[in-house]
């Protein structure tokens, strides 16, 4: 049984559109992350989150929002989307510290017109 | 900041080929050295990780030495198979006080019949 899943699987969206990735874990896990995946830069680092309530920026966050509603929930939203945000989104889940590895979800595919 | 260089963006091999793939890392003090492996249509998964000098991690077939002096962490394989066609990515962490993880860019593997 998945223990990262993400909904939508794929999302198309207009340029201005607002978009609202989730994710959810089951590994009872603290840290939650947001990544993009795109050819030629490999994972960058959106947001992350050390628990409820809890954001922390990544490598990359402009043009993003991110809230941790539970331990298991863990969303991305993109209130005024860009072309340039078209891309396939991962989120992962870690134990308390990253020595642990990290467990990725099957991904988002985002594409914004 | 740590960064990870994979130098490898693609590598075609054909079966039974021996494969290397080269990751040099920069960083602070002695972070625990990871490679993941994504098949396609799927999220990150781990292959190994290494977290002391000289430590070998390894999993189905494949290997890797934690080299401190050379600042590497070169993943290898004697005989590919079609079935390792994949995306690699060479990681390290965690970041102080985060539970980041810092990729490389990823090296596309295709291994043909």
């Known amino acids: 049984e998945a223990a990262v899943t993400q909904s939508p699987r794929n999302k198309v969206t207009v340029t201005g559109g607002n978009v609202t990735l989730s994710c959810r874990q089951t590994?009872?896990?603290?840290?939650m992350y947001w990544y993009r995946q795109d050819t030629g830069h490999g994972l960058r680092l959106i947001h992350y989150?050390?628990?409820?309530?809890?954001?922390q920026i990544g490598d990359v966050p402009d043009g993003y929002k991110a809230t941790r509603t539970t331990q298991e929930d863990f969303f991305l939203l993109l209130e005024l989307a860009s072309p340039s945000q078209t891309s396939l989104y991962f989120c992962?889940?870690?134990?308390?510290?990253?020595?642990?590895?990290?467990?990725f979800g099957p991904g988002t595919r985002l594409t914004v017109l | 900041g740590d960064s990870v260089t994979q130098t490898e963006g693609q590598v075609a091999l054909s079966e039974e080929d021996f494969l290397t793939i080269h990751c040099n890392y920069s960083?602070?003090?002695?972070?625990?050295l990871f490679w993941y492996v994504q098949y396609p249509g799927e999220g990150p998964q781990l292959l190994f990780r290494?977290?002391?000098?000289?430590e070998k991690g390894s999993s189905r077939g494949f290997e890797a030495t934690y080299d401190k002096g050379t600042t590497s962490f070169h993943l290898r394989k004697a005989s590919v198979q079609e079935s390792d066609s994949a995306v690699y990515y060479c990681?390290?962490?965690?970041?102080?006080?985060?539970?980041?993880?810092?990729f490389g860019h990823g090296t596309i593997l295709r291994v043909h019949p």
């Open positions: 590994n009872s896990h603290n840290y």
């Open positions: 290494a977290s002391r000098d000289k």
């Open positions: 992962a889940s870690s134990d308390v510290w990253g020595v642990a590895e990290q467990f």
């Open positions: 960083a602070s003090g002695y972070p625990t």
């Open positions: 990681a390290l962490g965690p970041g102080a006080n985060t539970g980041k993880l810092t």
């Open positions: 989150s050390y628990g409820a309530g809890n954001l």
